[in-house]
């Protein structure tokens, strides 16, 4: 038992999953109705899409995650503004490997990065001229739940055709 233990505790010794840099990738700001948007009563239709992706940087065990966050703010038909920023790490990882691996990349590092990527937005929006823009906190163990069912369901959707 205290053999089973001690190889448990040296297993996770050996996991490490370490911050190396956070970086902006590339930012856009676009506002094309100005400036007569800014004659108009401030009632936006807001849209936020969000994408994340990750890729091994080195055979070291860096590993750069990038969380694209887009936002559109129309008012009617007229787009009062457009910002895009792709919030990057670089993030240390050994010791995991297979679907721990890609859930943690998936998860933890864009956790990370959210906090970083949100700012850099309202910033952006607030120098362009609009009301600060504050994004709500978002949850990516349920987005990878989710897209880890939607993946299932598709590959046995798939199989069942193929019979």
Excluded: C
């Amino acid at each position: 038992m205290a053999e089973e233990q001690a190889a448990a505790n040296n297993e996770a010794n050996q996991q490490q999953f370490t911050l190396q840099r956070i970086y902006t990738k590339d930012v856009s700001f676009e506002s094309p109705s100005t400036p007569s948007i800014f004659r108009q009563s401030w009632q936006p239709s807001v849209n936020v899409d969000l994408n994340t992706k990750s890729s091994r940087v080195d055979d070291d065990g860096n590993h750069e995650v990038v969380l694209t966050l887009t936002v559109t703010a129309k008012m009617g038909e007229d787009t009062a503004f457009l910002v895009e920023v792709q919030q990057a790490g670089i993030f240390y990882v050994v010791g995991i490997d297979g679907e721990p691996l890609r859930q943690v990349l998936a998860t933890v590092g864009p956790n990370i990065l959210f906090p970083y990527a949100r700012e850099s937005i309202d910033a952006l929006v607030v120098k362009g001229g609009f009301p600060p823009l504050m994004l709500s906190p978002v949850n990516f163990e349920a987005l990878y739940r989710q897209a880890v069912a939607q993946q299932e369901a598709q590959d046995a959707s798939a199989a069942t055709e193929g019979e």
